[in-house]
């Protein structure tokens, strides 16, 4: 049986498939995570600052045994001055894309940020076109809210975005 798929801290000698994944190369982005070039280097800079996990966000990398799939990450959001939730992302290696692990990941994350902050929300939302991310979402136990118009800014256009989210009180975490 294939070893589960798991959530780590970013190691060094993880920074440059970051930087595929998130701006340096569109093949790697997949066509809902191209947003254009962007410094590869950031993230050198905020791992040697936090190891990339810090009070308002982080990312953890999705494996499975030894591969590394991608990362997962959250950053705070807050609605209101006395509250805060997470956003949360995702961006997959093309090769671990359809596979189900999308789902597990974003399990995983919600299990990991419930366990480990007092939040009640979190949060993700995906470009209105991205059907397999929105199925993602829903099967890991977000429900979607509606439709943000015209958005995101990706490939020469303006695109709308499906919002999610999930409660504390909406799993048995």
Known sequence: ????????????????????????????????????????????RRWAENGLLGDDGGTLMVVRGQERLGLVNWRRKSPTPTAYCWEIGIALAARARGH??????????????????????????????????????????????????GIGWRDGAWRDGIWFSVLRTDLAV
């Open 100 to 149: 189900g692990y999308g789902t597990e990941a974003h399990r995983l994350l919600v299990r990991y940020l419930f366990a480990h902050t007092p939040v009640h929300r979190i949060e993700a939302a995906t470009e209105a076109g991205n059907i397999a991310e929105q199925r993602a979402l829903e099967k890991a136990g977000f429900t979607r809210e509606g439709l943000l118009r």
């Open 1 to 44: 049986m294939d070893d589960p798929i798991a959530l780590r801290p970013v190691e060094e000698d993880d920074l440059a498939m970051l930087g595929d994944l998130v701006g340096g190369d569109p093949d790697a982005a997949g066509e809902f995570s191209w947003y254009g070039w962007t410094d590869r280097h950031q993230w050198h």
